[in-house]
T-cell receptor, first 113, second 112 residues
Framework: TQTVSQSDAHVTVFEGDSVELRCNYSYGGSIYLSWYIQHHGRGLQFLLKYYSGNPVVQGVNGFKAEFSKSDSSFHLRKASVHWSDSAVYFCAVSAGGYQNFYFGKGTSLTVIP | EAAVTQSPRSKVAVTGGKVTLSCHQTNNHDYMYWYRQDTGHGLRLIHYSYVADSTEKGDIPDGYKASRPSQENFSLILELASLSQTAVYFC???????????FGSGTRLTVL
């Protein structure tokens, strides 16, 4: 059974701070890891994904994530957040192809201007 | 840009009534999905389809049916709506090998 765990339900930071949103997964095979962002009242939007190669992947708007096989993690980071980054962030894992994407419960990020 | 359109944006239904949620994509994607979002539960897959006229069960299919009459359209049907089906429903599409989901804006369903 694939599981995705996002340990922080809520994170609050000030504008200009750095932030790390944590994601740990449990899966036995080759996987795709991805992050999605959901602004209030909107659908989810793709941020970035990892499958192989360089464990650090760059996404849009200055976001990046780092894969660690030893820790079974795929944490999302941003060096300097903006108030518009306030949203809910979801980590997801998929085996590829048409296989199901399994989502974490989400982390709500609040950026105080 | 990829586009997935859901209708209606919100709906109030009565217990025992029939509800149909519609989804239309202009991405030319083969795969379409219906997810349910509940507070504190993330997203859970209800049904999906990888070709027209065929649907597959996801992780929580009970109480739901799906229909894919064409590549562009994918519907979710609640034959007998129940209070427990109050949630936000998202449709998404993707293509084989892309490993990226494109979501609609969601339908907020309230069953009274």
């Amino acid at each position: 059974t694939q599981t995705v765990s996002q340990s922080d339900a809520h994170v609050t930071v000030f504008e200009g701070d750095s932030v790390e949103l944590r994601c740990n997964y449990s899966y036995g095979g080759s996987i795709y890891l991805s992050w999605y962002i959901q602004h209030h009242g909107r659908g989810l939007q793709f941020l970035l994904k990892y499958y192989s190669g360089n464990p650090v992947v760059q996404g849009v708007n200055g976001f990046k994530a780092e894969f660690s096989k030893s820790d079974s993690s795929f944490h999302l980071r941003k060096a300097s957040v903006h108030w518009s980054d306030s949203a809910v962030y979801f980590c997801a894992v998929s085996a590829g192809g048409y296989q199901n994407f399994y989502f974490g419960k989400g982390t709500s990020l609040t950026v105080i201007p | 840009e990829a586009a997935v359109t859901q209708s209606p944006r919100s709906k109030v239904a009565v217990t025992g009534g029939k509800v149909t949620l519609s989804c239309h994509q202009t991405n030319n994607h083969d795969y379409m999905y219906w997810y349910r979002q509940d507070t504190g539960h993330g997203l859970r897959l209800i049904h999906y389809s990888y070709v027209a006229d065929s649907t597959e069960k996801g992780d929580i299919p009970d109480g739901y049916k799906a229909s894919r009459p064409s590549q562009e359209n994918f519907s979710l049907i609640l034959e007998l709506a129940s209070l427990s089906q109050t949630a936000v429903y998202f449709c998404a599409s993707s293509n084989w090998g892309a490993e990226t989901l494109y979501f609609g804006s969601g339908t907020r369903l309230t069953v009274l």
